[in-house]
């Protein structure tokens, strides 16, 4: 089974405004032709842009940037359909070879089982998790004088969530502390 499209995000954005703008062009096209078999007449736009490209010549300037700029702007929109984006899914060890599928979780549900573990762990105020298929970086903030202490206990609560999950690659787990607040 292939696992290009279930564990790399699509380039969504640059896919909506591509759309937005061909589709735009060619309501524009289209009303435009309309507007001539119904009148007989190109509409004003629509002469002024047709005046303007049948007195353009290959080698004149205008034709020529935007040449380039069509070109530049056709190779982003083919690397962006190309390279996927950056992994946003960990692979569960759950998947059967034979059924032909396959189970994963996100890394925005990871960060969210570690940071109500270590959310719980004492003297922690707050945490904040980011997560990546190959790190859990967890940020804590307390107001203990004990920092190492607080450290090492939510250390040893996220990597206790991570081992728990069935994952085929663990991340790495890293904790680190910030003292705000207390005497």
């Known amino acids: 089974m292939s696992r290009f499209w279930h564990v790399r995000s ?8 591509s759309f937005i703008v061909v589709l735009a062009t ?16 190109w509409p004003g736009f629509a002469q002024q842009g ?3 490209v049948s007195n353009l010549r290959f080698n004149d300037n205008l034709a020529v940037i935007a040449m380039v700029v069509l ?8 690397l962006s359909a190309l390279i996927p984006g950056p992994r946003q899914s960990i692979l569960l060890n ?3 070879p034979s059924a032909g599928s396959e189970q994963a979780i996100s890394c925005r549900g990871i960060s969210t089982l570690v940071g109500h573990e270590v959310e719980r762990t004492d003297s ?9 298929p190959a790190l859990v970086q967890v940020t804590v903030q307390t107001p203990a004088h004990s920092v190492q202490r607080v450290r090492e206990n939510a250390q040893a609560r996220a990597q206790r969530v991570i081992d728990g999950l069935p994952l085929q690659r663990a991340p790495k787990v890293k904790v680190s502390v910030q003292r705000r607040g207390g005497n």
């Open 10 to 17: 699509a380039r969504t954005l640059a896919l909506m405004i």
């Open 26 to 41: 060619s309501i524009l096209l289209a009303l435009s032709c309309l507007l001539r078999l119904t009148s007989g007449q």
């Open 50 to 52: 047709i005046n303007a």
């Open 71 to 78: 070109a530049v702007l056709g190779l982003l929109l083919l």
């Open 94 to 96: 759950t998947d059967d």
């Open 124 to 132: 922690v105020t707050r945490a904040s998790v980011k997560t990546s």
